[in-house]
């Protein structure tokens, strides 16, 4: 039987270097050789660039933390958030002083300052936003610094919240890394023994558990580790491809 991958994006497949050899050629041949290689990233579908697409060249792309899940050009599931709701969440800012992108399938923006995507995609109300772009369809939220206990509160009657030591992201209740897997793995029919789940931070940790085989990253905490059925090498290092190469295709050779 073939395996299905789910893949990480950042800290798993590229770093800030960019991507190892080792781990393009892998996740390449693991392909010729009929196994299926997700993306499944906390990254809105529009801040996956084409660099990362054609160096993965993926089955499918799960991302926004769940909410968007494509197999090939087939949507299987796709869900935004509301404008009462992300009015909530531009008032939520203006009261923390907290910058914020609203990370669409599109296009994604910042609001309450500038962040990494410029000031050409800044903007100023909600108004604003659907005026210059009107297929934004917003999926999830981040903000550019860790929120506090009281912050987190307010938004956890709408989001499941992971709050990371420089950010958080959010993302509507119901949607997550794990349930998307599960779902593309009942689409295509594959035994959960052959799902492999490869990550290295705790927006990974559910799609971890629920994979058949947890791989985690050599650059990921030592209290993730401790939950893993392998743990490869660091991300810089090709940590990627080592483990397709070790839990895939030298086993593929075995048999």
């Known amino acids: ?20 050899k080792r781990t393009v050629e892998a996740i390449a041949k693991a392909r010729e050789k009929g196994h299926m290689v997700f993306i499944n990233t906390g990254r809105a579908n529009s801040t996956i660039y084409e660099h990362i697409r054609a160096a993965v060249n993926p089955d499918g792309i799960i991302s926004s933390l769940g909410s968007l899940v494509r197999i090939g050009d087939e949507t299987l599931y796709a869900t935004y958030i509301s404008d009462e709701i992300i009015r909530y969440v531009m008032a939520f800012c203006e009261r923390h002083s907290v910058r914020v992108t609203l990370g669409g399938e599109n296009y994604s923006v910042s609001y309450c ?18 005026n210059r772009f009107p297929n934004i369809k917003v999926a999830k939220f981040s903000f550019e610094r ?20 420089t950010y958080a992201e959010v993302t509507l ?12 793995r009942k689409k295509l029919g594959v035994d ?27 650059n990921a905490p030592d209290y993730m580790k401790e939950k893993a059925d392998f743990v490869t090498l660091d991300c810089d290092e090709g940590g990627v491809g080592y483990a397709i190469e070790k ?7 075995d048999e």
Not at 173 to 184: D, F, L, P, R, Y
């Open 1 to 20: 039987m073939k395996y299905l991958i789910f893949l990480d994006i950042d800290g798993t497949v590229m770093s800030s270097k960019g991507f190892h």
């Open 113 to 130: 300052g500038l962040c990494f995507l410029g000031k050409d995609y800044e903007i100023f109300s909600i108004e604003d936003m659907y």
């Open 146 to 165: 860790q929120l506090t206990d009281e912050e987190v509160s307010e938004l956890t009657g709408y989001f499941t919240v992971y709050n990371h030591k």
């Open 173 to 184: 209740i119901g949607n997550s890394k794990a349930v998307a897997m599960e779902m593309v």
């Open 192 to 218: 959960i023994s052959h799902v492999i789940a490869m990550g290295d931070s705790d927006n990974d940790a559910e799609m971890l558990e629920a994979a058949g085989i947890s791989v985690v990253m050599g």
């Open 247 to 253: 839990l895939v295709l030298e086993k593929e050779d």
